[in-house]
Antibody, heavy 117, light 112 residues
Framework: QVQLVQAGGEVKKPGASVKVSCKASGYPFTKFYVHWVRQAPGQGLEWMGMINPNGGRTGYAQKFQGRVTMTTDTSTSTVYMELGSLKPQDTAVYYC???????????WGQGTPVTVS | QSALTQPASVSGSLGQSITISCSGTSSDIGGYNLVSWFQQHPGKAPQLIIFESSRRPSGVSSRFSGSKSGNTATLTISGLQAEDEATYHCCSYVGNYSLGVTFGGGTKLTVL
């Protein structure tokens, strides 16, 4: 079955960077885009960007341009999202989600809590 | 501030039907028939319940239905059950890569 498994939570200091992983299984890794979405405490969902594992092309929301980097490791079917220059407002749960077509986001990871303090 | 507008909360009694609206613009909802809806229980990841505005993934109850008219999408839940109490998020395709998708602020459904 399709699974997206994310690493455990992180605690970081302001100004630091965090790299969150998302390991995919149960489907052909390079045939599906992966999006990253975050959710601050008590808030809605916020789209951060996406990556095409087939070639690594990325697209980032304007808000995060210059501060976020998404990469893939096809040998381990893992997608990474690195966010730099962390601020307390970046405290959130970070999710990866699979996209079979037209941003359907049909399977999600369990989320990685990141605390900036 | 979210790009799509949803009511913060709705409520309904067991067995009733409710609707949740999601308003956008011609650049998102109105430009594509690509609205998704997600159900999220506390502490859990969102789960897709509607895609392409009105289609249900396999395994999702037929009590959930979606529609779209102009710049507004609507989620309808019929025959409310206790387990439907959750937060519902709408989402619209905006474009590929750096345009991506945009979400609403989420609607908390309370089942009375």
């Amino acid at each position: 079955q399709v699974q997206l498994v994310q690493a455990g939570g992180e605690v970081k200091k302001p100004g630091a960077s965090v790299k969150v992983s998302c390991k995919a299984s149960g489907y052909p890794f390079t045939k599906f885009y992966v999006h990253w979405v975050r959710q601050a405490p008590g808030q809605g969902l916020e789209w951060m960007g996406m990556i095409n594992p087939n070639g690594g092309r990325t697209g980032y929301a304007q808000k995060f341009q210059g501060r976020v980097t998404m990469t893939t490791d096809t040998s381990t079917s893992t997608v990474y999202m690195e966010l730099g220059s962390l601020k307390p407002q970046d405290t959130a749960v970070y999710y990866c989600a699979r996209d079979p077509k037209n941003s359907r986001l049909d399977h999600w990871g369990q989320g990685t809590p990141v605390t900036v303090s | 501030q979210s790009a799509l507008t949803q009511p913060a909360s709705v409520s309904g009694s067991l067995g009733q039907s409710i609707t949740i609206s999601c308003s956008g613009t011609s650049s998102d909802i109105g430009g594509y028939n690509l609205v998704s809806w997600f159900q999220q229980h506390p502490g859990k990841a969102p789960q897709l319940i509607i895609f392409e505005s009105s289609r249900r993934p396999s395994g999702v109850s037929s009590r959930f239905s979606g529609s779209k008219s102009g710049n507004t999408a609507t989620l309808t839940i019929s025959g409310l059950q206790a387990e439907d109490e959750a937060t519902y998020h709408c989402c619209s395709y905006v474009g590929n890569y750096s345009l991506g998708v945009t979400f609403g602020g989420g609607t908390k459904l309370t089942v009375l």
